[in-house]
């Protein structure tokens, strides 16, 4: 019989009642260091005192209003977002989803508005992740999450990640624009070439294409700049986020320049719980600390530490791991032994982790872990490693 909870997830046999800062503790009293963040989300950890107070008080306050009134909470968290950012504007949603189909339809609408209704087409890439909705499985394209679903929605056209020929050779009269992810998340953690960032920008700039960027889980911090694409001091047309942006309180965001944005007029978009009290709450107590002079220097200091440590993992373990990749605290470790083992092994130490594609293990530890806990969880790997060499291997070391 079907499980009253939709069975939707492989879930690990693990229910949490409750946290502190990088941990995560069961009821039946076992504690485990939360490397994978929920999945890039905990970006300031569990229980943070700032956040915590924001959104108890901002609730006793009033939760919802809905946008056919103003809301100065999403006023100032706009404002603030396109201070530190490339953006003129901000549009508030719910999940990463639900932004880069906002971020979709202002590279459609923007090009229609300005005499090109026939460019409609968004180029994406191998490996990409940008969602489950309809549109989404589309334009993330890996029949994996396709299947069954069909037909898929028309307009998302697939090219090779960091091949900028290969890119230049799928534009069209119909090609729109571009969505790319900086850093590729589930596909495996797969940095952007920075020279690849910047030959985008111009691409778009020569063909007159809207350029998206995806920073769902790459931006707010996760990579020690506030977004990725600061890296290869690029900058999109139109970017969506999610994740991290609220500490784990459900939102998302499109931040957009006014040149595309100033299209989607009164009318042309919305969304009912987007941008409420409550969601803006939660996401400017996460800036108040993201923004703090020195935390992003911090995050960045802290993942060299953990990158240091864990190309010595990967010297040391050949045959259990393959490298290290990545961006500042969005790391993958690329397996020889299935990814699922090492993910296993690290469960069993205490450390938890997230898979990825191209068999992978991501670690995404909240923004705010110390070095002593990089080294706990560094120590973990160790212990876990050794359990993951094959046979043969952990024979001839003995
Ligand atoms: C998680 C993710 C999404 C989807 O976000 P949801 O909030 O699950 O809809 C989109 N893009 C990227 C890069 C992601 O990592």
Redesign the pocket.
């Given at each position: 019989m079907i499980s009253a909870l939709m069975p939707t997830y492989n879930r690990a046999d693990l229910a949490f009642e409750r946290g502190e800062g990088v941990w995560l503790y069961t009821a039946d009293g076992r504690r485990f260091l939360d490397f994978g963040a929920g999945?890039?989300?905990s970006s300031l950890g569990h229980n943070h005192p700032h956040l915590v107070a924001a959104i108890a008080e901002q609730a006793a306050r009033v939760i919802h209003v809905s946008n056919l009134y103003r809301i100065p909470q999403a006023e100032r968290l706009a404002a603030r977002l396109v201070e530190a950012s490339f953006a003129d504007t901000a549009f508030f949603c719910?999940?990463?989803?639900?932004?880069?189909e906002g971020v979709v339809k202002i590279i459609r609408r923007a090009q229609h508005e300005s005499g090109h209704p026939e460019r409609y087409r968004v180029i994406c890439f191998e490996g990409?992740?940008?969602?489950?909705?309809l549109a989404?499985i589309s334009a993330?394209g890996n029949p994996k999450y396709l299947k069954g679903f069909e037909p898929a929605v028309d307009g998302f056209d697939h090219v090779p990640f960091n091949n900028l020929n290969a890119l230049r050779d799928a534009i069209t009269p119909q090609t729109a624009g571009i969505l790319i992810?900086p850093v590729?998340?589930?596909g495996g953690i797969r940095t952007g070439d920075p020279q690849f960032l910047r030959d985008l920008r111009a691409t778009c700039d020569e063909f007159g294409l809207i350029l998206g960027m995806?920073?769902?889980?790459?931006g707010m911090g996760r990579t020690g700049r506030l977004f990725a694409h600061e890296w290869a001091a690029v900058a999109p047309d139109v970017m969506?986020v999610?994740?991290g942006i609220a500490g784990g309180f459900?939102m998302?965001a499109i931040l957009a320049r006014e040149h595309v944005a100033r299209h989607l007029v009164a009318g042309t978009h919305a969304s009912t719980f987007g941008g409420n009290p409550l969601a803006c709450a939660a996401a400017n107590a996460v800036l108040d600390v993201m923004l703090a002079p020195g935390f992003l220097d911090g995050v960045d200091r802290r993942a060299r530490v953990l990158w240091r440590g864990l190309e010595q993992l990967v010297a040391d373990f050949p045959d259990v791991f393959e490298e290290p990749r990545g961006t500042g605290l969005l790391v993958g470790l690329k397996c020889v032994v299935p990814n699922t083992d090492v993910q296993a092994a690290f469960t069993e130490q205490g450390l938890l982790s997230v898979i990825a594609g191209e068999n992978v293990v991501r670690l995404a530890p909240p923004l705010i872990v110390e070095d002593a806990e990089i080294a706990q969880a560094l120590a973990m790997m160790r212990r876990g490693a050794q359990h993951c060499r094959p046979a043969a291997a952990r024979v001839a070391a003995k």
């Open positions: 999945i890039a989300t719910n999940s990463g989803a639900e932004a880069n990409a992740f940008h969602g489950r909705t989404m993330t992810e590729q998340g589930e995806d920073e769902v889980q790459c969506s999610a994740k459900p998302g």
